[in-house]
């Protein structure tokens, strides 16, 4: 069995972008608005602590957040210069 490492590395790039991509579209979005609601609910800002609780991303998104720049860098390093 052949081991395709380029497959590998394009396949962990495209799956932590679109993790990425699906936080960023859907969920942050919703983060943001719950966040407002609170405020609103609260008249006025919230403590930091309360207002990092509410935005705090899923462990999902943080990887794909993440891990994606790292991956992409590589994969193009890899795919041009070597």
Do not use: C, H, Y
């Not at 462990?59 to 994969?75: C, E, R």
């Amino acid at each position: 069995m052949d081991f395709d490492f380029a497959l590998v590395l394009v396949g962990l790039t495209a799956i932590t972008g679109l993790l990425w991509l699906v936080d960023s579209l859907f969920f942050a979005p919703k983060r943001r608005e719950r966040l407002a609601l609170a405020e609103t609910e609260n008249k006025g800002p919230l403590p930091e602590t309360t207002r990092d609780k509410i935005l705090q991303m899923p462990s999902w998104a943080d990887l794909g957040k993440s891990m994606f720049p790292v991956l992409a860098v590589v994969l193009v390093l890899r795919s041009f210069f070597i």
